[in-house]
């Protein structure tokens, strides 16, 4: 059994035990500490997240030491080195991470740094900038004391490419002819099927603050150049102390089409739960995504200042990761709009 297979078996049963127990009702209580995250598959990386909360520690760093879990499995095939690479055989990464002061920091098309999200917060504390982007990122990462990696691939992600390869020839012909039949132009994301496993994390502290970090290798064989939401803080994160935090994971283009996570944490400031806030932004993309719905995925999760929480997606099998309390580290399964 391979790791995602024991992940899904393991997941499986969390399933069945939380089956019994009232979710909404958990989904409601008041609750802090609490730290959530993206795709179910990266719950561990809740674990070091929760461990500083317990303690007392702080939001902020409970969420960059937990997305570190995933950048820094090399086996992810989304987040950090060990992700897809880039239709040039390149990984890219991007990161953001924002505070409870409004404090925010990114990076964006990032190559051979190890820990994207620790660049970002390093951007937000060091510089008078909150975006740094390709080699001027790397080189305020080399000048922090960052090593570079090698360019290699891992196992993973280079079977991942030849097979990219093969399928589509390099020269990408086969790619372009790959055609969104709404907005007939190229369907990249499609090539290998969906593919999403951006890890966001939303964490409210004892303290009552609330941050969230955000990282990704981003679409598998995107275009070189590509930037997703996930480093784009309003589009991939947002957090604002008086109403809550909101991330995404999907189709980045899209979440960027409506700043994503910005209008969730608006809806919930109108007085929308969390789970009522994602599924308006999940609405708000049908309304105005030119692209056919049906090969699009987008997942939110949510939470607001009371620690109570939710998600909502476009389609079927997007599933987050809560750890507080009284959830340890348990599996929600998001509901959906089509599919
Ligand atoms: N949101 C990421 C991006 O568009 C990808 C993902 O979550 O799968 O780069």
Known sequence: MNRRELLKTLSLSTVA????????ALADSDTKPIVLSTWYDQHLANIPAWNILKQGGNALDAVETGVQVCENDIENCCVGLGGNPDRNGIVTLDACIMDHKHNIGSVAALERIKNPIRVARLVMEKTQHVMLAGQGAQDFAVSEGFELQPTDLSDHAQKAFRNFQKKNDIDYINIEKKKD????????????GFNH??????ALDAQGNLS??????????????????????????YVDNEIGAATATGHGEEVIRIS??????????????????????VE???????????????GFIALNKKGEFGAYSLQSGFDYAVYSATLQNEKFDSDFLIG
């Open 284 to 298: 708000r993309i049908k309304k105005h995504t030119p692209r056919n719905l049906n090969k699009l995925q987008i």
């Open 181 to 192: 039949t709404n907005t007939n132009k190229p369907d990249y994301f499609n090539v290998n």
């Open 197 to 202: 496993d951006t890890i966001g994390m939303i």
């Open 17 to 24: 035990v939380t089956a019994f127990k009232p979710l909404q």
């Open 212 to 237: 969230g970090a955000c990282t990704t290798s981003g679409m598998a064989f995107k275009m070189h150049g590509r930037v997703g939401d996930s480093p784009i803080i309003g589009a991939g994160l």
């Open 260 to 281: 994503g996570s910005h209008l969730v944490v608006e809806f919930m400031r109108q007085g929308y739960s969390p789970k009522e806030a994602c599924k308006k932004a």
